[in-house]
């Protein structure tokens, strides 16, 4: 079976004839799973053609392996490299059925935390939802392995504001998930996924639409400006002028000033240091943020790699 | 006056005072005033109910010093495409000029409505301590307080009839902020919580109905587990407007039966609504009720056609029906079958963003219904397609509406069988419905249905325009037209200054017009400010590129304007993305 296109896409260009080894030597940087089909700011909501992917991080960044607190910026950027683990391991990656890497029509266990089809190696196991928006759209537009890379416009650019639902019924739709079709994991598709984001010392909450961000840069961006007039010490300061990349700094400064620690609820009700898991995979189990203090963190590390070690 | 004699001193004070008092209708009580400055002062000395549209129209201790008896004010902040984040977050309405004009000068205030304002705990708390008669307390779509500001509230209003919090965003600080309310306190009327999203303690809350005789209105929050509402239904039987909490629970006949018999118990039961996370499971429990129902809202609940069905072919007398479009064509069908006492419908999408599979929610729905349903007058509809076929049918059924609102998902969609604009469709209605009050527009539509409507919707006082005209004719047709116009709403059109410039007098007779992403230029904006100075003129830019708006040239685009008509000239609290022109 000759390998489907699509592999190309995540630089996984020639496979020769035991895929499966071959795609274990493929390193993959994290920048490459966010990846972005057409317009900025265009999403598509649709679940249903996920594609089943095992990654696997490695390596670990030090301070991880020994359960140190970890700031934020090592999660974006320490989060090591992904590869791809090729299922059963070992066993031949079968393309078109159900337990290999590229099934367009989606092998996704329901709940969206996307357990992997097959064993993982040791260590950390993530399976991706939606690597990427293209995989889904090509699968969309194609609806069969090996089709063109040629984008179709599969995923429309959400308009603001359009339909006009109102954002209090969109917010209850969004979090109060509620049994449809087949919809299984509850995610309405309404282009909006408000979590409250709480800091500790601060004395309210906020709300942010993770829909409104593509990666964790843009998120710790928009929190540094909404809780900056919260923040203790010099780095908050109003007086700072916004220009790019530097306000996304100041929460870094902030976060390896040892002070604040991003943290998020999962599905599960766990609390989990933000920046571990891709950001399609993060967006979809995120169920709020907190801002805790550094010193409150410390334990968050190892029950990260705790749980990722169950989801096998 | 006639000839300098003073008619109006033909009878005291209190007799023209008698007579105003059967003008309830605010635009008669201004009319009356207008006549002589006799009545005008005996108006309004008598006058205790005040309607504020628009929060920057006025200054509040103006409002405050012209009424001094009030007893009930209603205001109104944002622009209405607020609800779809169109306005900027820190745009402004917020209340505090408000509250404490009123405190320092209606001290006797029963009654207080805010809709799209910012509210801060503050406020409450000033409305806790200054107003010693409070009764009433309405936020709708509010936002910034929480349950603390709830808390001054409970623990301060003894007198306190109604808290009606509808679709706010509450910030969950004081999870006992019901326990506030003293045990003495006993006088509620309606307690409606739906929009908190914290934990509700329920034992604190069936204490306070179990001593409130007179509540006719319990509209629970999606916290409030099914087991629990049988224990509270058992304390107000007497309630006539329910609104569940969570409707869905493991199956269990014994819940089942109680929940049942504890509906059956509220006789006098008339709406419902509620029904979070409601499956089929335990719908069953309330057929008892369904016969004396007036008003049902599902809209957030993700029920399927067939059990909607089965619910609501049994509520005949059902004047209000708000759904989700899962009820689809063959439920709406089984709608105008059973409920033709109906009055008014809302069709929400389960799916806005079309990423599941396409529900079977068409044209023939909303034909079905207008046929079905002689008494129908207001409608939302959001759907995905359509026909002029369509519109033109519903229009000859109908022509009683007073509000027409179709939302046809994708912008700029055609008839989908002849594949023209839907302006011929649109215009029947306009045409046919001569009480229309309110229109929202959508699909594909040419300047041809603005001369329609400019020319036919002489009562029409809402407009919503999105995605639709080819050029400036379509908004000159409206302005020039519409002779009761009071709130124009547009985004997307290629609609730009001339219209606007042509017709700035009528901009006077309006109470705002928004536009947003049109072809409107800066130069336009000045000059109309420049020419009217009874309107403020608000420029909102949110990029904040290059050059401060002072001196960007006039053929700068605007992004979004917004024009309303005040007395009370430029607001001081604008934020750094809006500027008043002058």
């Known amino acids: 079976m000759s390998p489907p296109l699509e592999h190309d896409y995540l630089g996984l260009s020639e496979l020769p004839s035991s895929p499966a080894i071959a795609v274990e030597e493929r390193v993959l940087t994290l920048s490459a799973t966010e990846l972005r089909l057409g317009l900025p700011g265009s999403e598509t909501t649709d679940r249903k053609d996920k594609v089943g992917l095992t990654l696997e991080l490695l390596p670990l960044p030090k301070s991880f392996v020994s359960g140190g607190k970890r700031g934020f910026s090592d999660a974006i950027d320490g989060a090591g490299k992904w590869r791809f683990a090729a299922g059963k391991g070992g066993s031949e990656v079968d393309l078109g059925k159900g337990g290999g890497l590229f099934s367009p029509r989606g092998e996704m266990a329901g709940g969206g935390t996307g357990k992997p089809s097959g064993q993982g190696n040791a260590g950390k196991d993530t399976a991706v939802n939606a690597v990427g928006q293209e995989m889904k759209a090509v699968a969309q537009v194609g609806g069969s392995v090996g089709h063109d890379r040629a984008m179709a416009p599969a995923a429309k650019a959400q308009v603001v504001g359009w339909p006009p639902i109102r954002s209090y019924r969109k917010n209850t739709m969004a979090t109060n998930p509620s049994k449809s079709k087949d919809d299984a994991d509850g995610k309405q598709g309404l282009g909006c996924l408000y979590v409250k984001v709480s800091m500790d010392g601060a004395p309210y909450l906020r709300k942010v639409d993770l829909k409104m961000y593509d990666n964790y840069k843009e998120l710790s961006s928009a929190l540094e400006k909404m809780f900056s007039c919260f923040t203790i010490g010099p780095c908050g300061s109003h007086g700072i002028p916004n220009s790019d990349g530097l306000s996304e700094s100041h929460l870094m400064d902030l976060l390896n000033g040892s002070e604040y620690v991003l943290t998020y609820e999962d599905k599960d009700g766990d609390w989990m240091l933000v920046g571990d898991v891709p950001w399609e995979m993060f967006t979809d189990t995120c169920r709020r943020l907190r801002i805790m203090k550094g010193s409150d963190a410390i334990g968050l590390a190892p029950r990260a790699m705790e749980k990722c070690k169950n989801w096998n | ?582």
Not at chain 2, 87 to 111: F, I, N, Q, R, Y
Not at chain 2, 223 to 239: A, D, F, M, N, T
Request: glycine fraction near 6%.
């Open chain 2, 1 to 582: 006056m006639v000839g300098g004699f003073r008619w109006a001193a033909m009878f005291p004070d209190e007799v023209w005072e008698h007579v105003f008092s059967f003008l309830p209708a605010d635009a008669d009580r201004n009319a009356a005033a207008l006549v002589c400055r006799a009545w005008y002062r005996i108006e309004r000395r008598s006058r205790w109910r005040v309607f504020v549209g628009n929060c920057y129209a006025v200054e509040p201790a103006a409002a405050v010093r012209r009424f001094p008896e009030v007893r009930a004010a209603a205001i109104k902040g944002k622009p209405h495409f607020a609800d779809f984040n169109l306005v900027p977050s820190d745009w402004g309405g917020g209340a505090e000029a408000w509250v404490e004009a009123m405190a320092e000068g209606w001290p006797h205030l029963e009654e207080l409505r805010l809709k799209r304002m910012v509210v801060s705990d503050d406020c409450l708390e000033l409305i806790a301590r200054c107003f010693k008669n409070f009764k009433v307390l309405s936020l709708v779509s509010c936002e910034g307080f929480s349950t603390a500001g709830l808390a001054a509230i409970a623990a301060n209003c003894r007198n306190l009839r109604e808290l009606d919090l509808h679709e706010n965003e509450v910030e969950d600080n004081c999870l006992h902020w019901m326990s506030h309310f003293p045990e003495s306190f006993a006088s509620l009327v309606t307690l409606n919580i739906a929009c908190l999203e914290g934990e509700v303690n329920v034992s604190v809350l069936e204490r306070l109905i179990g001593r409130c005789p007179n509540l006719k209105t319990l509209r629970l929050n999606h916290s409030v587990p099914l087991e629990r509402l049988v224990g509270l239904l058992h304390r107000v039987p007497q309630l006539v407007d329910l609104g569940t909490g969570k409707f869905a629970a493991q199956h269990h006949p014994e819940l089942f039966s109680k929940l049942e018999s504890a509906i059956a118990g509220c006789k006098n039961l008339k709406s419902l609504s509620g029904f979070w996370e409601a499956g089929p499971t335990y719908l069953p429990a309330i057929y008892s009720v369904c016969e004396g129902l007036t008003s049902l809202n599902l809209s957030y609940a993700t029920l399927q056609g067939p059990e909607l069905i089965k619910l609501i072919s049994r509520c005949k007398n059902l004047q209000r029906l708000w759904v989700m479009d899962l009820i689809e064509d063959d439920g709406l069908i089984a709608v105008a079958a059973s409920c033709k006492l109906l009055q008014e419908l809302r069709v929400f999408p389960s799916d806005p963003y079309g990423a599941a599979q396409p529900i079977s929610l068409t044209e023939h729905g909303l034909v079905a219904i207008s046929a079905g349903c002689p008494m129908l007058h207001s409608v939302l509809y959001f759907c995905r397609q359509m026909t002029n076929a369509a519109l033109l049918t519903v229009a000859k059924n109908c022509p009683n509406f007073t509000c027409f609102r179709l939302c046809i998902m994708e912008p700029h969609t055609p008839d989908y069988i002849t594949r023209q604009p839907l302006d011929a469709g649109f215009s029947a209605i306009v045409e046919s419905c001569k009480h229309l009050r309110r229109l929202s527009l959508s699909g594909l539509l040419t300047d041809l249905v603005f001369k329609s409507i400019g020319a036919s919707a002489n009562c029409l006082e809402m407009l919503s325009v999105a995605f639709a005209g080819d050029g400036d004719a379509g908004l000159h047709y409206i302005l020039s037209g519409c002779k009761n116009l009071r709130k124009l709403e547009i985004r997307d059109c290629p609609f730009g200054d001339k219209p606007l410039l042509d017709n700035a007098a009528k901009l006077e007779t309006m109470r705002s017009l928004w536009m947003s992403s049109c072809s409107v230029t800066l130069g336009a904006c000045r000059q109309l400010a420049r020419k009217m100075p009874l309107l403020n003129v608000e420029v909102i830019n949110e990029r904040k590129r290059g050059l401060p708006l002072e001196l960007q040239p006039d053929n700068c685009p605007v992004e979004k304007l917004y024009i309303y008509r005040t007395v009370a000239g430029p607001r001081s609290d604008t934020p750094s993305c809006v500027w008043i022109l002058r």
